[in-house]
Antibody, heavy 119, light 106 residues
């Protein structure tokens, strides 16, 4: 069974860039027709889909975040990453990485990582 | 963006009872709806997709129904591990979630 693990800074300053990595074990980001996604959860907004990258490299982002989000694959490290620029307190959330064979639902999830935006 | 509204906000039931959770969409999502269960400190777990298909490993006491704008998740006989927060989610981009129904032990 594939496993996902998020990593990255737990504290980011306002206006800076949030960067997270999801490390994939017992599976490969470049094989199989899977969608690799990011979802976040905050008390204020609940669960919010951020975007996905397909194994081929194509992406789709939530329009509400599109201008600030980049999701990329690193096949050499078997990881995929999230970058969110110009963060504010509203970006404080638990960030999850997830995977499925469909772009719009998620069977496998990481455990989540809390990112706080604060000076 | 499609808004999903779940009801009730909280449902208090005992193990062995039947649970019925509702999800209403602001516009038709056809059958493109999933249900998740989240327990404290854990990621959501996919239970049902495409309105009524159970995800791998999900017991048959969980069933989903509906189409268009009105959907239901039914748990026929509650087990202790079924308590937590249930979310519905639709998959017309941008994908959105409901606000959740907390199923608590009475």
């Amino acid at each position: 069974q594939v496993q996902l693990q998020e990593s990255g800074p737990g504290l980011v300053k306002p206006s800076e860039t949030l960067s997270l990595t999801c490390t994939v074990s017992r599976g490969s980001v470049s094989s199989g027709r899977f969608y690799w996604s990011w979802v976040r959860q905050s008390p204020e907004k609940g669960l919010e889909w951020i975007g996905y990258i397909y194994y081929s490299g194509s992406t789709n982002y939530n329009p509400s975040l599109r201008s600030r989000v980049t999701i990329s694959l690193d096949t050499s490290r078997n990881q995929f990453s999230l970058k969110l620029t110009s963060v504010t307190a509203a970006d404080t959330a638990v960030y999850y990485c997830a995977r499925d064979s469909a772009p719009s639902r998620w069977y496998v999830w990481g455990q989540g990582t809390l990112v706080t935006v604060s000076s | 963006e499609i808004v999903l509204t779940q009801s009730p906000g909280t449902l208090s039931l005992s193990p062995g009872e039947r649970a019925t959770l509702s999800c209403r969409a602001s516009q038709s999502v056809s059958s493109d709806l999933a249900w998740y269960l989240q327990k404290p400190g854990q990621a959501p777990r996919l239970l049902i997709y495409d309105t009524s298909s159970r995800a791998a490993g999900i017991p048959d006491r969980f069933s989903g129904s509906g189409s268009g704008t009105d959907f239901t998740l039914t748990i026929s006989r509650l087990e202790p591990e079924d308590f937590g927060v249930y979310y519905c989610q639709q998959y017309s981009s941008p994908y959105t979630f409901g606000q959740g129904t907390k199923l608590e032990i009475k």
